[in-house]
């Protein structure tokens, strides 16, 4: 635009008005109608001088001049800015709207508030646990390795195995090793068990993470059988064992007993398998290729994908398998290190519940537009009389649609409160239950979340009762006196959105219901021992003062021996595997009598476990056959072995196994002879079919970290101090041990499904809440609408009980559509949670059933009361009434 | 109001008058037509007393106005004389 200095002044002045104007509407709209009055006396004395009289002179002065409130509106939508105005004035319109039906409001904002607020705390979880990047640098380069036996079971790596992987692959940067242990720390406060992981020195390089303090691991630091006395702390051992004291980097401290340098502190924000220390770990070229410890991480070449890395180490496994019979048959499984940290059932479980939240939020939403619908049907007359008035049919639908946005916007707010308050209790849940939930926080992606769903809660909620109510006829609303009434079409979008309500609870209901039945065949799981009465406590010798196996054996026949004096305690026995904490050690079975026809490979794979006499007993595992190992079973007697039912079974089906000799590992040593059968036991995972289990005993193998399982005969007071204090009577530098009711680490190994079932039954009450205030909503108007109808129909001889039957009949009509509907809907969705059901079919008829009777109780429960209020009409009233 | 500062109920009916009550408009509808004009820098508009001594709110054309007046007039008898060159008026 060409313009002068002049020409922009006026310009300036011109948009000074419009802000002058928006800071003062009130000002600018008296100045409008100032004028406008003022035009108005000026034609109506132009017509009294013209000789009319003055009631003529006024009505033609308005005929001349049109719809006052029109040109009104018309001056205001261009005043200013228009629309930002107009939202000021649709926001004050609100404002007193909800101040004069503040009930309407409670109820929308809190129904929104839950729908949106628990949307956006399960959007949180999702986002900690799947969406949330791993803090390594460009993590998606990262792939987990493992080896994958004959049987195809996910297996850990032999050292010689990864040195190959490690030496011979074209598609990886680097490839690094580690494992996991707990270690004795001591001479820092209380001796503590430490979880440390022992790694190659190209972790932390593979993981992209330097140290925070110092310096992490050099290579020449983890040559084979010599790795360095040197440790790398984590943050928050740091900051807890030494007080963040920077000189200690350089300082020693006792680790499992022995000295160890402290070289490095790692960041803050570092975690990799919650380890709380780092030591070197030095893979040996010589060692057994069938001993499988180790894990590996490895990040890909530029270019290179999973599968073509996956491809490369399976051709070094194949050729492993031609040169060394350990191997024949092994392969090896590349994954993500994403999917490996976040198992595929968490991954799924997590967007169950996502799945789950979006229908409660759906019939969040279903139920404020029937709220909002009925409202629209009350204030038609005052909606049609402000359309008389000049208002525009799109402005109307702005202000309707306003004010469900504020309504999201408040219930976002409330929502939001309660995500804060749930949010804490997540990051109280026990650590280890879901991977990384303890990151869980409030962060810009949730509030992004919490925003989007509420605008879209709120405009998918508003947009039809908005559309609805702009169409109101003018004429024919005000014509019937304001009666309130709603057209057909309305009432049937009304009964419509009850049926979605009710279809969408079954959906949850069956969900939730299927989780729950789950979890109860999960809890009634005979795990093969009994858990009640019974506590387990994990000790760990440390290998220098222990060095001998007879001292190992000495300290844990003494301890058990002290325990067993405590009052109440029936028997105390030891084994190298504590229930459910996921430790599992598996290897080769052979029968004397098959070891010729499996050299090497081993007939089949079992878990072996090294109990002590005694064992059986107190962790209550039945014996079956034989007899259980005892203080005469010497190691320089004959090797003896126990088996469970399983194993017994595969090993010599239909066969008395007692006496029959097997090799455990390799079939060139010495075979044990078979003296007992026990039950099955599940101490690893309950939901699978109890695996063959081998049983060793203390007296021919010792073990330096083994559980004592302590059986009383009754509750018995300061347990567990008892235990710690025989405990030191052995040996005082031993770190506390944590001692746990065994019915407490039963339900922790089910914690998961448990957590998974206990919110969506939450969700599924949620929505049979929200349903049966939608039905009860739609049977409350129609009895209201139809009062008149119903008078007539009282006044014509119809009893009350047939009233009630016919509006309580309606009810259950929606209600039988709606879980037709819902029902269709739940198979459909419940096959994709199939693999996180146990022994619970995706189509389990007692659920399905059990919803929709859930569902009938409460659709006549909810028509009842609207139902007996019409039977109490009295026609007279009612006639009268409009 | 090209001359001199007017209100707007003189604005209309000079335009009244002007149009030999050809237009058959409602007078309402000037007011947000002033408004637009207004905003666009081309009118100025303050609130002064009138010979009856009423307040009314008086538009006077800017200078910015008087140009685009002239252009807008222009562009106007252009478009006019097209549409009668094409309508072979004599």
């Given at each position: 635009m060409n313009l002068n200095r002049e020409g922009f002044v006026d310009l300036i002045r011109g948009w000074l008005k419009r802000f002058r104007s928006l800071l003062g509407p009130t000002n600018a709209d008296r100045d409008m109608t100032d004028e406008m009055a003022f035009h108005l006396q000026m034609e109506v004395e132009k017509n009294l001088r013209e000789g009319m009289s003055p009631a003529e002179a006024r009505r033609t002065a308005r005929l001349a001049f049109g719809g006052v409130e029109r040109f009104k509106e018309e001056v205001r939508a261009d005043r200013g800015i228009g629309w930002i105005n107009a939202i000021g004035q649709d926001l004050r319109h609100t404002v007193r709207g909800i101040r004069r039906s503040p009930g309407f409001a409670a109820v929308a904002i809190l129904t929104l508030a839950l729908g949106i607020g628990a949307a956006s705390t399960i959007f949180s979880v999702v986002d900690a646990v799947v969406i949330a990047p791993m803090p390594?640098?460009?993590?998606?380069?990262l792939v987990s390795i493992e080896e994958v036996n004959p049987e195809g079971s996910d297996f850990s790596a032999s050292d010689p195995n990864y040195l190959d992987f490690r030496d011979r692959n074209?598609?990886?940067?680097s490839l690094a090793a580690f494992r996991l242990d707990r270690l004795s720390l001591t001479g820092a406060g209380e001796p503590r068990l430490v979880r440390a992981g022992a790694v190659t020195h190209s972790l932390f390089p593979t993981l992209g993470v330097g140290p925070a303090l110092g310096r992490s691991f050099r290579p020449?630091?983890?040559q084979p059988g010599a790795p360095a006395k040197v440790v790398v702390l984590s943050f928050d051992l740091w900051q807890r064992?030494?007080?963040?004291?920077?000189?200690?980097?350089g300082r020693t401290i006792q680790l499992k007993g022995q000295e160890f340098l402290v070289i490095g502190v790692m960041p803050a924000g570092f975690r990799f398998l919650n380890a709380e220390a780092w030591l070197p770990l030095a893979p040996n070229?010589?060692?057994?290729?069938?001993?499988h410890w180790l894990s590996m991480i490895g990040r890909l070449r530029p270019g290179a994908t999973a599968e073509r890395a996956q491809a490369d180490l399976v051709r070094i496994a194949t050729q492993n398998g031609v040169t060394y019979p350990a191997s024949k048959g092994w392969s090896v499984r590349v994954q993500s290190l994403a999917e490996w940290a976040v198992s595929a059932n968490v991954r799924q479980s997590a967007l169950l519940l996502f799945a789950a939240v979006v229908v409660l939020l759906l019939m969040a939403c279903t139920n404020v537009t029937n709220l909002l619908l009925a409202r629209a049907t009350a204030r038609r007359t005052e909606l049609s009389v402000r359309m008389a008035l000049g208002a525009g049919q799109g402005r109307l639908i702005r202000q309707l649609l306003t004010e469900s946005v504020v309504l999201g916007g408040l219930g976002a707010l409330a929502g939001l409160i309660g995500v804060a308050w749930a949010l804490g209790i997540i990051r109280g849940?026990?650590?280890?239950?879901?991977?990384?939930?303890?990151?869980v926080v409030l962060n810009g992606r949730v509030l992004g979340f919490a925003t989007l769903a509420a605008l879209l809660a709120s405009l998918g909620a508003g947009v039809l009762p908005a559309l609805q109510a702009s169409k109101a006829d003018v004429h024919s609303t005000l014509k019937q006196g304001g009666r309130s009434g709603s057209s057909f079409g309305q009432h049937r979008l009304r009964e419509g959105l009850v049926i979605a309500q009710v279809a969408l609870a079954v959906i949850l209901l069956v969900g939730g219901g299927l989780m729950i039945r789950s979890l109860t065949r999960l809890t009634q799981?005979?795990?093969?021992?009994?858990?009640?009465y019974a506590w387990t406590v994990p000790l760990q010798l440390p290998t220098t003062q222990y060095r001998e196996e007879w001292q190992v054996a000495r300290f844990y026949n003494a301890v058990a021996g002290r325990i067993g004096l405590?009052?109440?305690?029936?028997s105390a026995g030891s084994i190298n595997v504590t229930p459910f904490s996921g430790t599992n050690f598996v290897n080769d079975v052979t029968p004397e009598e098959r070891a010729a026809e499996h050299p090497?490979?081993?007939?089949l794979q079992a878990g072996w476990r090294i109990v002590s006499p005694g064992y059986f007993e107190s962790a209550g595992v039945?014996?079956?056959?034989g007899r259980d190992f005892g203080d005469?079973?010497?190691?320089?007697g004959v090797g003896v072995a126990m088996i469970s039912k399983t194993l017994a079974t595969r090993l010599?089906?239909?066969?008395?196994?007692?006496g029959k000799r097997l090799f455990w590992g390799g079939t060139d040593g010495k075979p044990r002879t078979v003296i007992g059968v026990v039950g099955d036991i599940r101490?690893?995972?309950?939901?699978?079919?109890p695996a063959p289990v081998l049983f060793l005993t203390t007296r021919q193998i010792a073990w330096p970290e083994m559980t004592m399982v302590v059986r009383t005969d009754r509750a018995v007071p300061n347990l567990e101090d008892q235990i710690r204090r025989a405990v030191w009577a052995e040996d005082?530098?031993?770190?506390?041990p944590t001692i746990r009711a065994m019915a407490a680490t039963r339900a922790q190994a089910i914690a998961a499904p448990r957590f998974t079932a206990a919110i969506l039954a939450g969700f599924a009450a949620a929505a049979l809440l929200l349903a049966v205030v939608g039905l009860y909503g739609v049977l409350s108007f129609a009895v209201v609408e139809r009062t008149r109808e119903i008078g007539v129909r009282i006044a014509l001889g119809a009893e009350p009980a047939a009233v009630v039957s016919m509006l309580v009949g309606r009810g259950l009509v929606l209600t039988g559509i709606g879980i037709g509907i819902g029902l269709i809907g739940a198979i459909g969705l419940t096959r994709l949670m199939q693999s996180l059901l146990?022994?619970?079919?995706?189509?389990?008829p007692i659920t399905f059933v059990g919803a929709a009777l859930v569902l009938i109780v409460v659709a006549l429960m909810a028509g009842f009361a609207p139902a007996s209020r019409a039977a109490r009409v009295d026609p007279i009233t009612a006639l009268r009434s409009e | 109001m090209a001359s001199a500062p007017e209100h707007g109920w003189a604005i209309a009916q000079r335009i009244e008058e002007m149009s030999k009550e050809a237009?058959?408009?409602?007078?309402?509808?000037l007011y947000p037509a002033l408004q637009r004009l207004e905003q666009k820098g081309w009118l100025d508009s303050n609130w002064q007393t009138t010979d009856q001594n009423r307040r009314a709110k008086y538009y006077r054309l800017t200078a910015t106005g008087r140009r685009a007046l002239s252009t807008e007039t222009d562009s106007w008898r252009r478009y006019v004389s097209t549409v009668e060159l094409i309508l072979g008026t004599p």
């Open positions: 390594f640098e460009d993590p998606d380069r074209q598609s990886l940067v020449d630091e983890d064992a030494f007080g963040g004291d920077s000189a200690v980097v070229p010589s060692a057994d290729r069938d001993d849940l026990p650590a280890g239950l879901v991977p990384r939930l303890d990151t799981v005979d795990p093969g021992f009994r858990t009640e405590i009052p109440g305690v029936r090497s490979a081993g007939y039945q014996l079956l056959k005469g079973d010497i190691a320089e010599w089906p239909g066969q008395d196994p007692i101490d690893v995972a309950l939901e699978a079919e005082a530098n031993l770190p506390v146990y022994q619970t079919a995706g189509t389990d | 237009l058959q408009i409602g007078q309402g509808s």
